[in-house]
């Protein structure tokens, strides 16, 4: 039997960052007992699967961005993702990243789901969607993001997942779910 007292006891936040904060919780458990937990909270995101021509294609052309993470310490491929704004909408982030970060509007955005990244440690949620009906424009990158775009037909994609030259879980998981579920 669950109990209705699980949750949160008390919190302190002891960092507020321009991305995150860090806050340490004292939590009750589900068997009572009651422990602290460190919490990274964030605002959430948006995330997007670009797709270039029609969906109905067996082996659509995707866009990919090949971008530098630092955390990483490397090159990684991703979908374009980014943080939502105070009172963004999950839908119109997901619609500014991809002009921001690939040039291209979308004239359709369909929801896939939304996920937790890491839950055993923070409570931040991406949203993802597919975007089709793409119309090519200029980007608008931040300073700190360098990336290169890298158009890519569904079926070489799901490759690189099962060769793990694609690392980024929100872009691996999206592409799954759109080739399993959306697409083809």
Excluded: W
Excluded at 80 to 92: K, Y
Excluded at 132 to 150: I, Q, T
Aim: charged fraction near 25%; charge should be negative.
């Amino acid at each position: 039997m669950e109990r209705e007292d699980v949750g949160q006891v008390s919190s302190k936040r002891v960092y507020n960052g321009r991305v995150i904060s860090l806050d340490v919780d004292e939590v009750r458990f589900p068997d009572g007992s009651i422990g602290s937990l460190e919490m990274v909270r964030h605002p959430g995101a948006s995330a997007i699967v670009p797709v270039l021509g029609a969906v109905d294609d067996p082996d659509p052309e995707l866009v990919l961005i090949r971008q530098y993470r630092y955390a990483a310490e490397q090159y990684l491929y991703e979908i374009p993702a980014g943080r939502l704004d105070p009172g963004e909408t999950p839908v119109v982030c997901a619609s500014r990243e991809l002009l921001e970060e690939t040039g291209y509007r979308a004239t359709e955005v369909t929801k896939l789901f939304t996920m937790y990244t890491t839950p055993g440690f923070t409570d931040e949620k991406i949203h993802l969607f597919m975007a089709s009906g793409l119309v090519p424009g200029e980007h608008k990158r931040e300073a700190d993001e360098f990336m290169e775009l890298v158009p890519t037909r569904l079926s070489r994609a799901l490759s690189m997942i099962e060769r793990g030259e694609i690392q980024d879980a929100k872009t691996a998981l999206a592409l799954l779910y759109t080739a399993g579920f959306r697409l083809g």
